[in-house]
């Protein structure tokens, strides 16, 4: 995750703000379109072979289309979903969570066009499976978080996460060549993010917290103007080049934060 890293230094500031909010405001507008102007829906979807003949408005259109009909239920869901989005959003940061998002989005255009060109198939393709990933993710980051399935009966979110997961297993076994791309390139954010990551403790909200806590400490010091990082060891600091990466220890009694080259080389501080 060092690249996300770098890339949220460099362009974090035009990250999405509130974008589940987003989300929620384009399912609407689908809603309206889809009362109003029942027949515009099929102008909408996202049909690679269309879409290379210049319909291309359809590579963004898709994303207006709602993962269920308007009812009670998918009320209900879709108003959880924001909350889990809202969530993450707030224990990631609004940059990780647009990359997330965002690489969800990529992911199934992508795979919607191999299956057209490679496998000469035409599938429905929508945001449901981008919105699992966001309750995958949800069940990842607060494994132990307590739910009410059905507003009665409390569940911890890793065994709805699990039972997701089997769901999700059954209906690549039971489903055709069209419905297993459909699934696996939106799902494919929660892969690269999670099951692929070798230190998913990096987005543990306690690991989260602790890291906004230290960011917050330093602003409170740092002088305008003046750096943001400096190993406490070599003295180095940001400026010294792009290539440097700092990250504050634990161990040490106090806020001292380290270049990479020292992070596990130095002598932990210790007040007693």
């Not at 035009?14 to 829906?41: F, H, T």
């Not at 911890?156 to 390139?185: C, H, N, P, Q, T």
């Not at 917290?209 to 740092?222: A, D, M």
Request: charged share 15%.
């Amino acid at each position: 995750m060092n690249f996300l890293d770098k890339m949220e230094r460099k362009y974090g500031k035009y990250a999405i703000k509130n974008l589940p909010a987003l989300i929620i405001g384009m399912y609407i507008a689908g809603y309206v379109i889809a009362l109003l102007m029942p027949d515009v829906q099929v102008y909408l979807t996202l049909h690679p072979g269309l879409i290379v003949r210049g319909q291309v408005w359809r590579l963004v259109t898709w994303l207006l289309i709602p993962p269920a009909q308007l009812g009670l239920f998918t009320i209900i869901m879709l108003y959880f979903y924001f909350s889990l989005g809202r969530s993450l959003e707030y224990t990631w940061g609004a940059f990780r969570f647009n990359v997330y998002i965002f690489s969800g989005i990529i992911f199934t255009i992508i795979g919607a066009f191999l299956l057209y060109f490679v496998g000469g198939r035409y599938g429905y393709f929508s945001t449901y499976y981008i919105n699992m990933s966001i309750f995958l993710a949800f069940a990842m980051t607060y494994p132990e978080m307590q739910v009410l399935l059905f507003f009665v009966i409390p569940v911890k979110m890793k065994w709805m996460g699990i039972v997701y997961g089997f769901f999700i297993i059954l209906s690549l076994f039971e489903g055709g060549w069209a419905d297993r791309v459909s699934i696996i390139m939106s799902l494919l954010n929660f892969i690269l993010f999670f099951l692929m990551s070798r230190n998913v403790r990096r987005f543990s909200p306690k690991e989260i917290h602790r890291r906004n806590e230290f960011k917050r400490n330093v602003q409170k010091v740092q002088p305008k103007g003046g750096t943001r990082h400096k190993c406490a060891v070599c003295g180095r600091t940001e400026e010294d080049g792009a290539h440097l990466e700092f990250r504050y220890c634990s161990k040490c009694d106090g806020n001292y934060e380290y270049c990479q080259d020292h992070l596990f080389t130095h002598q932990h501080i210790k007040k007693s």
